[in-house]
């Protein structure tokens, strides 16, 4: 059983540039999670995600930022006009739909870099 | 405001010996704790949780336990190896709508066991 993909690994993008990045949940998986952990810092929640809908998108900036999760295909998480301060590490996370387990199951995470 | 406190950013432990890693919490609404393992340039790996409605969870050399009254819980790892040595994370969930179970997490504190 693959675990979360995540890619592309590591991305490099000049500021004003979008930057895309794609995960693939564990095998029956619905539930997708967002993370972002800059420099020196914890990690923080940005979104969550089921099939087609947004759940909760309280920790994602107000302007740039945007997720989807398709009937069909990864999540993505897209960055419009990408700054300095976007350099950061971002994990994806799926977790079953089975109420009561609760655990999140982590990508590898793509390291973004703002140039 | 940071509602997961991992006061220690690091600790240093002779291989063999116990090692214990502290965290505190604000929000009583969290029921779920988990504590992850993470390696420079890698995802965060789950290791173990506890529900509120225990205050002990065993699985081989890890235990974490948990006081609700104080509001801390603590991960214990005997007897302490060389591969031990990482960052480890606290993170805390509520039962959010929508099945929400978005992880609130600490800064971390790095692991180091001496051979």
């Known amino acids: 059983n693959a675990g979360v993909m995540q890619n592309p690994r590591h991305l490099v993008r000049r500021r004003g540039q979008e930057a895309r990045l794609r995960c693939s949940p564990m095998k029956g998986h619905s539930h997708v999670y967002w993370y972002r952990q800059l420099p020196e810092e914890g990690l923080k929640f940005m979104v969550y995600l089921q099939k087609e809908n947004i759940i909760d998108e309280s920790g994602m900036p107000k302007e740039r930022f945007s997720a989807e999760f398709p009937k069909e295909g990864p999540s993505i998480l897209r960055i419009q006009q990408v700054v300095r301060g976007d350099s950061a590490a971002y994990f994806c996370?799926?977790?079953?739909?089975?109420?009561?387990?609760?655990?999140?199951?982590f990508g590898p995470g793509t390291r973004l870099t703002v140039t | 405001d940071q509602q997961v406190k991992q006061n220690s950013p690091s600790l240093s432990v002779q291989e063999g010996r116990i090692s214990i890693l502290n965290c505190d919490y604000t929000n009583s609404m969290f029921d779920y704790f988990l504590w992850y393992k993470k390696y420079p340039a890698e995802g965060p790996t789950f290791l173990i949780s506890i529900s509120s409605i225990k205050d002990k969870n065993e699985d081989g050399r890890f235990t974490v336990f948990l006081n609700k009254s104080a509001k801390h819980l603590s991960l214990h790892i005997v007897p302490s190896q060389p591969g031990d040595s990482a960052v480890y994370f606290c993170a805390a969930s509520a039962d959010n709508a929508g099945n929400n179970r978005k992880l609130i997490w600490g800064l971390g504190t790095s692991l180091a066991v001496n051979p």
């Open positions: 996370a799926s977790s079953p739909p089975v109420s009561g387990s609760y655990e999140q199951y």
